[in-house]
């Protein structure tokens, strides 16, 4: 436990609520809330897409007045006297705004003007920065040109260029690999720690949550929750079991088992499937699932975030099964991508080095790596939207050398960033992109049909895509790329921003698509998404690092301290050995 200084809380949330009007409607982020984070806390700030965290981190930063309530920070009263409040905390927001153009030197000289910072201060806290930020061999590369967790800790070195009392932190690891996720998270550990800064954060990740002194859970503007993540695990005591030992394959068991009475989550967890069940007994078993077995297990709070919010939706339950339309009549385990020896350079820097693989029909396959790694510049060869400088690449049976245009037919690519037209409906944008796919009359109707309906986009059907949520979003560009049944769809980044229980929607889809034969290779960030996979690689400056199952490569750091590593475990243990080696070498 982090230490508190006994003069009130650092923020205080009374009876908060704040509406925006958008595209005629009228949208309440905040709901009369009512919270506090204590003086030298570590806080994190949990919920669904649009559950208002992005809206009350402005509100306390003094960026946004509520429609009501009272908000103080650190003692003064954030309505009244807004300009005060900046003066004392720091913000961070996503896509934190550094000049690309400008260097990691340049960037931190703009915001020390915009903070007032004496020039005769700069030198020594810019070194102090850089130290800690690991940023110091940087200083003269363009911010453009920095991996995405160095430009997370670009960030945050000009957010503390003023030590703050209070810092807001939102989203602050979305689009950071595991290794730069685990760096950043020593330097807020640092701040709290040895700094004595009082840390508001939201994320994504779950795991993050268990580490903070308190939790805020929010859901559709309201306080769900709050207190201790282990009061939070305490309270599904009897109810979290694992499955082992299925007969099937694991995404089909986890399918299965998820539309078993009483459980309301299901997920991958090394070895073994992870059920939360709605009361403190185990589900009954029918026929199909005989030789599984369950057992209790620890509670986490990852189980207890899954219950509240199923609670508090309407269905209450996993999301329904999802079909993407016929099975592929093509003979499984065909090679439908084939990579061999292919290189790739930008000047005279190798962003791809001499990189083989292949990947079968069905398949779902996981290109994972560090930031810079080198993941996306190979999809975008494997997409035809850049050549490689040697080697060879087919798709779908297609030589991109030589029929770019004939492989692209066969593929569904969703890109990391929302890549749909922001002005036009949810309706609109799936007409054009069937259009754009040579999909017209009745087939284009029967399709953007089946997408309103399978990706539960039907209520937001005349909504503009810029208005969606994040996870709506994600679903919006699925079923776009899905319009015309590509038999290959590439995947970067999917569920980046995205919220565990969209996520977890998304893999159900994901799992269902790979069963009718759709072939998939996807980039993640997040390591337990990479169980889902039947095959990875880990890629690192360029080159592949290691192969196999996940199984296998787990395997390849188990010790006697840590016999059953993570997904998470194996790639930071991966990497490191692979550094320890280069500088043996």
Known sequence: MRQRADDGPALLFEGVSRSFR???????????????VERGALTGLLGPDGAGKTTLLRLAA?????????????????????AR????????????????????????????????????????????LLNMTGLGSFTGRLAGRLSGGMKQKLGLACALLRTPALLFLDEPTVGVD??????????????????????????????????????LLLHEGRLLASGDPKSFAARMDGRS????????TRRRAVEKLSRLAGVIDARLEGGHIRLVTREKRAPPLP???????????????????????????????????????????????????????????????????????????????????????????????????????????????YDLRRAAADARAQIGYMAQKFSLYGDLSVRENLRFFASAYRLFGARRR?????????????????????????????????????????????????????????????WRQIGALAEEGV??????????????????????????????????????VESPENPEPTMEEAFVGLLEAAAREARAA
């Open 22 to 36: 958008t595209g005629g409607r009228v949208i309440r982020a905040l709901d009369t809330v009512s919270a506090s």
């Open 446 to 506: 029967e399709r953007m049909a089946w997408a309103l309906e399978s990706f539960d986009l039907a209520p937001l059907a005349e909504t503009a895509a810029k208005d969606l949520s994040l996870g709506h979003k994600r679903r919006l560009q699925l079923a776009s790329a899905l319009m015309h049944e590509p038999q290959i769809l590439f995947l970067d980044e999917p569920t980046s921003g995205v919220d565990p229980l969209a996520r977890r929607a998304f």
């Open 62 to 82: 003094g960026l946004l007045k509520p429609d009501r309530g009272r908000i103080s920070v650190l003692g003064i009263d954030a309505v009244k006297e807004p």
């Open 178 to 215: 595991p290794l730069s996720r685990r760096e950043l998270w020593q330097l807020i550990d640092h701040l709290t720690g040895a700094q004595g800064v009082s840390v508001l954060f939201s994320t994504a990740y779950l795991d993050e949550a268990e580490r903070c002194d308190a939790v």
């Open 519 to 556: 072939t998939i290779l996807v980039t993640t960030h997040f390591m337990e998404e990479a169980e889902y996979c039947d095959r990875v690689v880990i890629m690192a400056e360029g080159r592949i690092l290691a192969e196999g199952t996940p199984a296998t490569l787990k395997a390849r």
């Open 241 to 248: 079991f694992l499955a082992s030992g299925a007969g099937e």
């Open 287 to 397: 026929p199909e699932l005989a030789g599984t077995e369950l057992f209790r297990t620890q509670p986490r709070f990852e189980d207890s975030f899954v219950a509240l919010l199923r609670a508090a939706s309407p269905e209450g339950g996993p999301t329904p099964a999802f079909s993407a339309g016929a099975p592929r009549a093509a003979a499984r385990g065909a090679e439908e991508i084939v990579v061999r020896h292919v290189s790739r350079l930008f000047g005279s820097f190798r962003a791809v080095d001499a990189v083989s693989f292949s990947v079968r029909r069905g398949e779902i396959f996981g290109l994972l790596g560090a930031n810079g790694a080198g993941k996306t510049t190979m999809f975008r060869m494997l997409c035809g939207l850049i050549p490689a400088n040697s080697g060879e690449l087919r798709v779908a049976g």
């Open 85 to 128: 409040v900046q003066e004392q905390i720091s913000y961070m927001p996503q896509n934190f705004g550094l000049y690309e153009d400008l260097s990691v030197r340049e960037n931190l000289d703009l915001y020390a003007d915009l903070k007032g910072l004496a020039t005769a201060e700069r030198q020594a806290r810019f070194g102090e």
